[in-house]
T-cell receptor, first 113, second 114 residues
Framework: ELKVEQNPLFLSMQEGKNYTIYCNYS?????LYWYRQDPGKSLESLFV?????AVKQEGRLMASLDTKARLSTLHITAAVHDLSATYFC?????????????FGQGTILTVHP | ETGVTQTPRHLVMGMTNKKSLKCEQH?????MYWYKQSAKKPLELMFV???????ENNSVPSRFSPECPNSSHLFLHLHTLQPEDSALYLC?????????????FGNGTRLTVT
């Protein structure tokens, strides 16, 4: 059974600081996704990582994937208040061709002055 | 505008009621999904439809009955629910295949079972 674990589950950051959210998964996967969810809102796709060593960046967020370690990271650079949200990683088990995602518990990020 | 529209946004129902959740996608996708988001639990996949055919039922109780009349519409029929079924129900859609297309989620229906 595929398990996905994120840490930390709660992250309180000061504006301007850097931090990393970790996502570990238990079995072989060929696709990893990062999503953002604002309170009362839907999930928004941030990144799709498809291969070992994949790195993607958008603004202050950068995601990477190490399939050998079964680990993805979401790095936040110089945090701003607008980044406050819940971040989820989700993994597709190897060999599955579409959206059967297994989600992590989510990391609630709060950025304060 | 997310491209995936869910109605209603909020629903309160008694345990003996029958209600339906509706989802519509305008993205030209051919796969649609129901996910359940409960407090303090990860999102759980409930059902997957690919080209209107159900391809996944993740051990969901029969009081939840999905229907997919075409690739753009998805319903979740609810009857004799339990209070523990209270949750946010999210519909999503995507392309199929191995290209890694992300799921596009609707805003969800917040269900409260009394």
């Amino acid at each position: 059974e595929l398990k996905v674990e994120q840490n930390p589950l709660f992250l309180s950051m000061q504006e301007g600081k850097n931090y990393t959210i970790y996502c570990n998964y238990s079995t072989t996967s060929d696709r990893l996704y990062w999503y953002r969810q604002d309170p009362g809102k839907s999930l928004e796709s941030l990144f799709v990582l498809l291969s070992n060593g994949a790195v993607k960046q958008e603004g202050r967020l950068m995601a990477s994937l190490d399939t050998k370690a079964r680990l993805s990271t979401l790095h936040i650079t110089a945090a701003v208040h607008d980044l406050s949200a819940t971040y989820f990683c989700a993994v597709v088990a190897g060999g599955t061709s579409y959206g059967k995602l297994t989600f992590g518990q989510g990391t609630i990020l709060t950025v304060h002055p | 505008e997310t491209g995936v529209t869910q109605t209603p946004r909020h629903l309160v129902m008694g345990m003996t009621n029958k209600k339906s959740l509706k989802c519509e996608q305008h993205l030209g996708h051919n796969a649609m999904y129901w996910y359940k988001q409960s407090a303090k639990k990860p999102l759980e996949l409930m059902f997957v439809y690919n080209f209107k055919e159900q391809t996944e039922n993740n051990s969901v109780p029969s009081r939840f009955s999905p229907e997919c009349p075409n690739s753009s519409h998805l319903f979740l029929h609810l009857h004799t629910l339990q209070p523990e079924d209270s949750a946010l129900y999210l519909c999503a859609s995507s392309h199929t295949g191995t290209g890694g297309s992300p799921l596009h989620f609707g805003n969800g229906t917040r269900l409260t079972v009394t």
